[in-house]
C-alpha cells in the first residue's frame, strides 16, 4: 500500500510532516509523498531528517491552476508534482508567489466574514493553529469551534466554497506554467483527482487531457479517495490509452477532512507498490537522460564550449564503478584543480575587500568560505545535485543531497570552468556567486575554523603542527563515518564526522575544549 497525496502542517492539515511519517509507518504504508498546497515547506523538513527504511518517500507538491483556455468551466485544476529538486529556482520562486498571495488572501476572506457578522480575526486564527501557513481550512475549523458552524464541511458549503459569500478568488497559475516547472525541476507532473473536476461535454474529459499532454503532462491520479469504481476504471483505460502513468493518494488532510485515512482514505482505498516502483523507474529514466544542462548552465552563469567537462565534474566515482564502458574518469582529478582555483580565487578576493585585516584573520576567513558546508551550500543554490551522476547505492541514500558530495562536485565544476574558459572568467564567476556569502562572513565576526585555531595555539606554544590519523571508518562507501586521531600535547583526541574534514574540525574542537580546561 501508497500514499502518494497527503497534507501536513506546511499547509492545511493537523499533523507535523515527521507525525505524517510516523501515522504512514503505522499504517503500513510503504511509501509516501507530502504533497502540501503550493509549498514545499512540509518536505524540506521531511529532507533534513535521515532516510527511514518505510515509508520510502518521494518528494511532492500540489499546485493550484487556472483550466487551459477552452475549459474554464471544469472548475479548478489541481496539479501534482513528484520527485522533483526542492532547490529549482523556477519552481520555488512560484511557490513563493503562492505564499505571499495566500498572506494577503486571508484578511480578505476575514474581512467578508467579518461583514457578515462573524467575530473572527486572523490573530485568532494564527494563535489558535500556530501554522506556518494559515489558510480556508483554520479559517473553517475555527468557525466550527465557535460555533459559527456545526461542521467543517457546512463552513466551506455556506460561506468559504467557491462562489460563497466569504470566498476569494485564490492565486494560479496556468496549467502550461505548471506542468513544465515541475519538468524543469526533474519531476512528474500529473493531473490530481480528475474525477473531481465538471466535464459537460461529450469527449471533453478526452480533450482536455491532450491539452494537457501538449504541455507535457506525465501521470493522471487515478486512484484517488472520491472516485468510486467507475471513474477509477474509465481513469484506468484512459490512462492506458494516452499513455499516461498512473498514480493514487488519499488526500488526508489530518482533522481537516473528517472520515480521511492515512493510506486508505474512506477505507476502501489500496494503491498498489508498483505505482510507486513504476514512478521512481520513470524518474531514474529522467535523471539518465540527465536532463537539460543547459539548467544548470543558467543556474552556474556560464555556458561550457567544452561539455564533456561539465560532464565529467559531475561523474561520482561511485557513478564511474558502475558504468566505465561511459566515462574513464571520475570528477576526483577536477575535485583537486577546483580546490586549487577556488583557494586563489577566494584569497585574491578577500585580500581586495580586507585591506586592513591580518594574515590570520584572512585565513579564517577563507576557511569558512571553502569549508564543506559552505561549498555544499552553494552547490545547492546552483541546484547542481540533481545533475550529479551516481551509483545506485548513493543515489538511494541521497547522496546528491550530502555535503561531502556537493562540495566536491562543486569544486569540480570550478575547475571545469577554469580549463574551458581560463581564470579571467572563472574569477568573476566566483567573485558573482561568492557576493553574498562574503557579505555575510565579512560582518559575522563568529567564524569558527577549529583546526586554524589549533594551529596557532600551537604556534603560540612551540608545539609541533597537529597531525590527524584516520583511525577507522564505518559503514558502506555511501554512507561512510570517519574516526580521526589526533595526538596533542601528548594528549590523545578522536573526532567523528561525515567526512575526513568534518572529523578532523571535530577532533580539533575536542582538543581546544581540553585545553581550555586545563589552563583555566
Excluded at 191 to 211: C, I, M, W
Excluded at 416 to 430: E, N
Aim: with cysteine; hydrophobic share 40%; proline share 3%.
Amino acid at each position: 500500500m501508497i500514499d502518494l497525496h497527503v497534507h501536513s502542517t506546511a499547509s492545511d492539515g493537523s499533523f507535523s510532516p515527521l507525525e505524517i511519517m510516523t501515522l504512514a509507518k503505522k499504517a503500513g504504508v510503504m511509501a509516501l509523498s507530502i504533497t502540501d498546497h503550493d509549498t514545499i515547506d512540509g518536505v524540506k523538513k521531511i529532507l533534513e531528517h535521515p532516510l527511514s527504511s518505510l515509508p520510502e518517500f518521494i518528494t511532492g507538491v500540489e499546485i493550484s491552476c487556472e483550466p487551459p483556455p477552452g475549459f474554464k468551466e471544469v472548475g479548478s485544476v489541481h496539479l501534482l508534482g513528484y520527485g522533483f529538486s526542492i532547490y529549482d529556482k523556477t519552481l520555488n520562486a512560484i511557490l513563493d508567489d503562492a505564499k505571499k498571495a495566500r498572506i494577503q488572501r486571508n484578511p480578505k476572506i476575514i474581512k467578508k466574514l467579518n461583514s457578515l457578522g462573524f467575530d473572527i480575526s486572523i490573530e485568532q486564527v494564527k494563535e489558535r493553529f500556530g501554522a506556518d501557513q494559515t489558510g480556508r481550512p483554520h479559517i473553517a475549523e475555527l468557525m466550527k469551534e465557535k460555533g459559527y458552524v456545526k461542521t467543517f464541511k457546512e463552513a466551506f458549503d455556506k460561506y468559504l466554497g467557491k462562489g460563497k459569500p466569504g470566498y476569494v478568488e485564490k492565486y494560479k497559475v496556468s496549467c502550461e506554467q505548471a506542468i513544465q516547472t515541475i519538468s524543469r525541476a526533474g519531476g512528474i507532473p500529473v493531473l490530481a483527482h480528475p474525477g473531481l473536476l465538471t466535464f459537460n461535454k461529450s469527449r471533453q474529459v478526452e480533450n482536455f487531457v491532450d491539452a494537457l499532454i501538449t504541455y507535457g503532462l506525465a501521470g493522471i491520479e487515478v486512484y484517488y479517495t472520491d472516485h468510486d469504481a467507475s471513474v477509477t476504471s474509465f481513469y484506468q483505460d484512459l490512462a492506458n490509452q494516452k499513455n499516461l502513468m498512473m498514480t493514487g493518494g488519499s488526500d488526508f488532510h489530518g482533522s481537516f477532512n473528517e472520515g480521511v485515512f492515512l493510506g486508505s482514505g474512506k477505507g476502501s482505498l489500496n494503491i498498489e507498490y508498483s505505482l510507486f516502483k513504476a514512478l521512481i523507474r520513470q524518474l531514474e529514466e529522467i535523471k539518465e537522460k540527465h536532463t537539460d544542462l543547459g539548467i544548470l548552465e543558467d543556474n552556474i552563469g556560464y555556458v561550457f564550449k567544452d561539455k564533456t567537462l561539465l560532464k565529467n565534474a559531475l561523474c561520482h566515482r561511485s557513478y564511474l564503478n558502475e558504468n566505465q564502458n561511459l566515462y574513464f574518469s571520475d570528477n576526483e582529478r577536477l575535485e583537486f584543480l577546483g580546490d586549487a582555483v577556488l583557494g586563489l580565487c577566494i584569497g585574491h578576493l578577500l585580500m581586495e575587500k580586507n585591506p586592513s585585516k591580518n594574515e590570520g584573520d584572512l585565513s579564517k576567513l577563507r576557511a569558512t568560505l571553502v569549508s564543506e558546508p559552505a561549498l555544499a551550500g552553494m552547490a545547492r543554490f546552483i541546484d547542481l545535485g540533481r545533475f550529479i551522476m551516481l551509483g545506485k547505492g548513493e543515489a538511494f541514500s541521497r547522496g546528491f543531497d550530502k555535503d561531502s558530495i556537493l562540495s566536491d562536485a562543486f569544486e569540480a565544476v570550478i575547475a571545469a570552468v577554469y580549463l574551458d574558459a581560463g581564470f579571467g572568467t572563472v574569477y568573476r564567476l566566483i567573485y558573482d556567486l561568492f557576493s553574498e556569502s562574503f557579505e555575510k562572513n565579512l560582518s559575522n565576526g563568529k567564524i569558527i575554523d577549529y583546526k586554524s585555531m589549533l594551529q596557532e595555539f600551537a604556534q603560540e606554544h612551540g608545539a609541533a603542527t597537529p597531525q590527524y590519523e584516520v583511525l577507522n571508518e564505518i559503514g558502506p562507501d555511501h554512507d561512510k563515518t570517519f574516526e580521526i586521531f589526533l595526538d596533542f600535547f601528548d594528549i590523545h583526541f578522536k573526532g567523528i564526522g561525515k567526512t575526513k574534514k568534518a572529523a578532523e574540525q571535530d577532533s580539533a574542537k575536542n582538543a581546544l575544549k581540553m585545553l581550555k580546561k586545563i589552563n583555566s
